[in-house]
T-cell receptor, first 113, second 115 residues
Framework: AQSVTQLDSHVSVSEGTPVLLRCNYS??????LFWYVQHPNKGLQLLLK??????LVKGINGFEAEFKKSETSFHLTKPSAHMSDAAEYFC???????????FGTGTRLKVLA | DTGVSQDPRHKITKRGQNVTFRCDPI?????LYWYRQTLGQGPEFLTY????????KSRLLSDRFSAERPKGSFSTLEIQRTEQGDSAMYLC?????????????FGPGTRLLVL
């Protein structure tokens, strides 16, 4: 069965330091992978997506993610955290040939001043 | 704002009552999805429409739940005889472009509390 594992439920970083949110997936051949962010009382916003093109994907707000097939990972990074990055982040897999999104359990990012 | 909208944003009801939520997708999107998100969890797929046809329902969607999209535009999700376990955030998403490039755009959700 396809699944997504977000390895950390909570991550705390200081403002200006790098962010790493980890995601591993299990899926069939050539899944599509996404990262979404959810701010309190707001809808899920797409950060970036991987759909079998370049393995390093750049998204909005300085975030990027690298698809590593050998490690079945799709970790989200940002060089320098900003206070406004504090939110819940979800890694999502869509197995090839399907329309269903399978969400991870989320990682809550806290940014310390 | 041309994003996905949902109404109401919050609903408090007593156990046993019926509730109905509405979702208005992005206008040119022919695919519409409903998800449920409970505290501390990621959203879980409930059902999917392509135009007015409901093509799949999750096993999470008990007989008390029904969803419609009568004209292929807005959709409604009704829960009959609500139970406390139905308390959750109900999210709607829409998309177009079937295939690898398909991306779902989410609404702000309707938060349901069943007392």
């Amino acid at each position: 069965a396809q699944s997504v594992t977000q390895l950390d439920s909570h991550v705390s970083v200081s403002e200006g330091t790098p962010v790493l949110l980890r995601c591993n997936y299990s899926s069939s051949y050539s899944p599509s992978l996404f990262w979404y962010v959810q701010h309190p009382n707001k809808g899920l916003q797409l950060l970036l997506k991987y759909t079998s093109a370049a393995t390093l994907v750049k998204g909005i707000n300085g975030f990027e993610a690298e698809f590593k097939k050998s490690e079945t990972s799709f970790h989200l990074t940002k060089p320098s955290a900003h206070m406004s990055d504090a939110a819940e982040y979800f890694c999502v897999v869509r197995p090839s040939g399907t329309y269903k999104y399978i969400f991870g359990t989320g990682t809550r990012l806290k940014v310390l001043a | 704002d041309t994003g996905v909208s949902q109404d109401p944003r919050h609903k408090i009801t007593k156990r046993g009552q019926n509730v109905t939520f509405r979702c208005d997708p992005i206008s040119e999107h022919n695919r519409l999805y409903w998800y449920r998100q409970t505290l501390g969890q990621g959203p879980e797929f409930l059902t999917y429409f392509q135009n007015e046809a409901q093509l799949e329902k999750s096993r999470l969607l008990s007989d008390r739940f029904s969803a419609e999209r009568p004209k292929g535009s807005f959709s409604t999700l009704e829960i009959q005889r609500t139970e406390q376990g139905d308390s959750a955030m109900y999210l709607c998403a829409s998309s177009t472009l079937p295939g690898p490039q398909e991306t779902q755009y989410f609404g702000p959700g309707t938060r349901l509390l069943v007392l």
